[in-house]
């Protein structure tokens, strides 16, 4: 099984399992994706980052969890030897917390586009037409009149 963030083989008792809002709320993650892959990504998020929102769209609705190594685990201020119960676990059974697939877009964006700045230097170029960047407004705004109200954001419809 490769890393899901660097795709290197993860020997099969040292591996450690994040929610994708673990995986990809952390300016670091980006950071190393935009230094590592960019160039092969370049067509979806375009040149100056004019679709991220669209890309981090994308990833926030993997709902399954992310296999790390240990050495992409350093990027992580997470409970180890919790993230590295529920490798052994997901080894064992297939399964993962029911809270995995629960993904807030608002906050992965915002750490996409630190982690654009950290690698860039630089802000994305956000482009406007970018279907995603209205939604992430809606959905940040709805998230947050949803938390005033102590609901979960993405049961808006309900009373």
């Not at 996409?112 to 209205?134: H, I, Q």
Request: aromatic share 16%; net charge positive.
């Amino acid at each position: 099984m490769g890393c899901d963030v660097c795709s290197k083989e993860i020997p099969r008792d040292t591996g450690y399992m994040l929610s994708t809002t673990q995986a990809i709320t952390n300016p670091r993650y980006w950071e190393f994706f935009f230094r590592h892959y960019y160039p092969q990504q370049v067509e979806y998020l375009g040149r100056n980052g004019e679709r991220l929102a669209s890309y981090v769209l994308g990833r926030a609705a993997d709902n399954t969890g992310w296999a790390l190594c240990e050495s992409c685990m350093q990027m992580y201020s997470i409970n180890k030897s919790k993230a590295h119960q529920y490798f052994e676990t997901w080894q064992q059974t297939g399964r993962l917390p029911s809270d995995f697939g629960t993904v807030d877009f608002a906050p992965s964006f915002d750490a996409a586009k630190k982690g654009w700045k950290l690698a860039f230097g630089t802000e994305p170029m956000l482009d406007a037409k970018d279907s995603a960047v209205p939604f992430a407004a809606s959905v940040h705004a709805v998230q947050r009149t949803m938390e005033m109200k102590g609901k979960k954001w993405w049961k808006f419809w309900k009373r």
